[in-house]
């Protein structure tokens, strides 16, 4: 079982900053990829940014050039840093751990709200 533990969530003013961060633990046995997904009401989980195990990451459109996935070194751990933020990031942002089999972990998520 893999456990996703995140944190950062919160309320931020349109143009300002939020870093989150999740980390797995647990009976890790192999890594693919982890990231950050997000989700308002009435629609469907979207994809924010990966990292992959070797080091290379996606983002979504709305994403780039804004947000920044990164990973500490030696642990499962990743961080999104998420800047010029817009009420349209208004959402719940879910960790997603991949890997052990492979299959999908999920974090309970944290709330992120943009607004003046």
């Known amino acids: 079982q893999v456990h996703l533990v995140e944190s950062g969530g919160g309320l931020v003013q349109p143009g300002g900053s939020l870093r989150l961060s999740c980390a797995a633990s647990?009976?890790?046995?192999?890594?693919?990829?982890m990231g950050w997904y997000r989700q308002v009401p009435g629609n469907e989980r979207e994809l924010v940014a990966t990292?992959?195990?070797?080091?290379?990451?996606n983002y979504a459109d709305s994403a780039k050039g804004r947000f920044t996935i990164s990973r500490d070194n030696g642990k499962i751990t990743v961080h999104l840093q998420m800047n010029s933020l817009k009420p349209e990031d208004t959402a719940v942002y879910y960790c997603?751990?991949?890997?052990?089999?492979?299959?999908?972990?999920w974090g309970q998520g944290t709330q992120v709200t943009v607004s003046s």
């Open positions: 997603h751990f991949y890997g052990n089999g492979p299959r999908a972990y």
């Open positions: 647990g009976n890790i046995f192999s890594f693919y990829s």
């Open positions: 990292i992959y195990n070797g080091g290379g990451t």
